[in-house]
């Protein structure tokens, strides 16, 4: 932590499934303002408009060197496809379809490393802040100035952390500079700064949410997901995990794949594919137009969206349907009256363009609506609901919330887009603001017994010093669902050595979705690692304790092993990705 603690600056990349970007702020600034953290407004889309955030989209040359990332990717593999130049190049449109052996299918699926894939994301995403902040007149030195933070889902596995940590590695941040902080708790943090910050201006109700005792809601609306978890503030400020994440594919891109559902009944599925196959560049400009019209898209407004087409798109329908235009089968059609043509636009009803939105909208709140109501059993309270994320941006979707939960005090901050990447700035500063978390799993390590045919299976029976002994049996140091504070609470387990004569013992690390698994062949039960300790003397035979003391840091595990009575320690660091 000293290292990371001394950093000059600390630096967040937010990775998402479908745009990602980062925020900055200096340390020396940090210290009289939690909330002056900077993000960049470098990137544009395709209409210039610039944004904080470049869609996370990859693309490599034919011999696997990294090409581009973003828009500029997005761009280039279009006009690619369009000149028919695009074989052998690999787009990575979303990163989150991991295969078991590690590997990411492109946009025409062939495999890559999904490490490289990652590395690389990662790598651009640094690259863009030192070549900026050098732009500036500032040089840092990436290996002692910069402590790093990646935000991760929090409902990431271990396993998943583990490979991102390997990942920024590769990407060329040191592992001693990087620290991985979970998207709702990054949020939660960047609201109670922007609150308590605001104190003069602030209501008084938004203020009260972060009080100790208070519990409120983490609505993080993304582009792929929605995840839902609930927290409390504890006595001296800190947050406490109420419950784990809970969500649903409703993000912003269900309402963009509406749309181009609703694309292919207007044009026909026929005309529409072929289109999408012989314009490729065009069809990324129809996206692209949308999702600045989606930004605007308010509840209550009456008005027409309009929204131009390229040219080709009539063309081809045209001569397709064999028709005169595009206008006079329209008027022919069941949008006759909620459509309208004028020149190359096309001007949509307001109730049209609302019911994009209505199938997302409505799993958001009735999922909302159960966390809160399984809330009210255990006896919980929550009054405050904070919406982030991109989609949090969409009015229509953070008016809805408002008039659902009337109770609530809804806090939805200006650039909810941001509030995840600069809380985690806010979190690299400051780790200690999130105190308890709940176990996502159980851990335990695989220790012997004396075997009872009555209760173990007979092929877990090995013979040890002249011994029946069970093996493989899991032995739960933490078990899900257990509130753990963090960094704060260490979990001890004694055991002995296998054999008399042992001069090693092995710790073997597990995890399990079950409570309390029986052994560590059962299914659903994963190995971590290993860690070896040394026991040299074994003038005790197998009198020789060996204590296991498992803590969990802000983001990962840490198991230390040693025999009583010496010194020597042996502290693990797994490496999930060889298993
Ligand atoms: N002002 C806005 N109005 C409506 N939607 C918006 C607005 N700004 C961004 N979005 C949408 O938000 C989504 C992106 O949100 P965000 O950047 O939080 O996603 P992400 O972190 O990549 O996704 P995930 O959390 O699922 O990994 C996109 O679908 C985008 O169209
Ligand atoms: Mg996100």
Redesign the pocket.
């Given at each position: 932590m000293e290292k990371k603690g001394d950093a000059l600056v600390v630096v967040a990349i937010?990775f998402?499934?479908?745009?990602?970007?980062y925020a900055y702020s200096f340390r020396a600034e940090y210290e009289k303002d939690h909330t002056k953290v900077y993000s960049n407004s470098d990137w544009r889309s395709g209409d210039g408009l610039a944004t904080t955030?470049t869609p996370?989209v990859i693309l490599f040359s034919e011999d696997k060197q990294f090409c581009k990332f973003g828009y500029e990717a997005e761009q280039k593999y279009n006009t690619l496809l369009e000149e028919e130049e695009a074989d052998g190049w690999r787009y990575f449109r979303r990163v989150?379809k991991i295969t078991k052996n590690l590997m990411i299918e492109d946009e025409q699926g062939k495999p890559m490393s999904a490490l490289i894939v990652f590395a690389e994301s990662i790598r651009y995403l640094k690259d863009q802040f030192l070549q900026n902040t050098q732009v500036q007149g500032l040089k840092f030195d990436p290996n002692n100035d910069i402590h790093w933070v990646l935000t991760v889902?929090a409902i990431w596995t271990d396993r998943a952390k583990q490979f991102m940590r390997e990942a920024a590695k590769q990407a060329g941040i040191p592992d001693d500079m990087l620290t991985l902080a979970y998207?709702p708790e990054a949020a939660a943090l960047y609201c109670k700064e922007l609150t308590v910050q605001k104190k003069e201006g602030a209501e008084s109700s938004s203020l009260s949410s972060f009080e100790p005792g208070q519990q409120f809601l983490v609505l993080?609306?993304?582009?792929?997901?929605v995840?839902v978890t609930a927290y409390q503030v504890q006595n001296d400020g800190d947050l406490r995990e109420l419950q784990r994440p809970t969500g649903g594919p409703w993000?912003?891109?269900y309402?963009?794949n509406q749309y181009t559902t609703f694309l292919k009944e207007l044009f026909g599925a026929d005309v529409w594919s072929e289109y999408s196959k012989e314009n490729p560049e065009d069809v990324l400009e129809i996206q692209r137009r949308f999702?600045a019209k989606?930004?605007s898209?308010n509840a209550s407004a009456d008005d027409q969206t309009t929204i131009s087409f390229p040219s080709s798109l009539f063309a081809k329908y045209q001569i397709a349907k064999n028709c005169s235009s595009f206008e006079e089968c329209l008027k022919k059609s069941e949008f006759a009256k909620t459509i309208k043509v004028k020149k190359d636009k096309l001007r949509f009803d307001h109730q049209l363009v609302k019911a994009f939105f209505r199938v997302p909208i409505d799993s958001i709140v009735t999922h909302v609506k159960e966390i809160i109501n399984e809330s009210k059993k255990k006896g919980r309270d929550i009054k405050t609901i904070l919406m982030?994320?991109?989609?949090s941006?969409?009015?229509i979707?953070s008016q809805r919330i408002i008039s659902e939960f009337k109770r609530i005090t809804v806090i939805c901050p200006t650039e909810a887009?941001n509030a995840?990447v600069k809380g985690a700035v806010i979190f690299g500063h400051n780790p200690n603001l999130i105190s308890e978390r709940i176990s996502p799993l159980t851990y335990g390590i695989s220790v012997n017994t004396t075997f009872n045919n009555k209760v173990h299976p007979a092929k877990l029976k090995v013979v040890y010093d002249g011994k029946e002994m069970c093996t493989d049996i899991f032995q739960p140091i933490v078990q899900i669902g257990h509130p753990i504070r963090v960094g704060k609470e260490i979990f001890k387990h004694t055991c002995l050595p296998t054999r008399a004569l042992d001069t090693e013992a092995t710790i073997e690390i597990y995890e399990s979705s079950s409570e309390c698994p029986m052994y560590t062949i059962d299914k659903g039960v994963r190995r971590l690692g290993d860690l070896t300790v040394s026991i040299p003397n074994t003038s005790k035979g197998k009198n020789r304790p060996i204590k296991v003391e498992v803590s969990f840091g802000y983001t990962e595990i840490v198991v230390c092993a040693f025999e009583e009575g010496t010194e020597t320690q042996t502290t693990a660091t797994f490496d999930c990705l060889l298993n």
């Open positions: 937010d998402g499934t479908t745009y990602s970007g955030k996370t989150d889902p998207e993080d609306c993304g582009g792929g997901t995840d993000g912003g891109t309402v963009d999702e989606k930004k898209v982030v994320g991109g989609f941006d969409s009015s979707l887009v995840i």
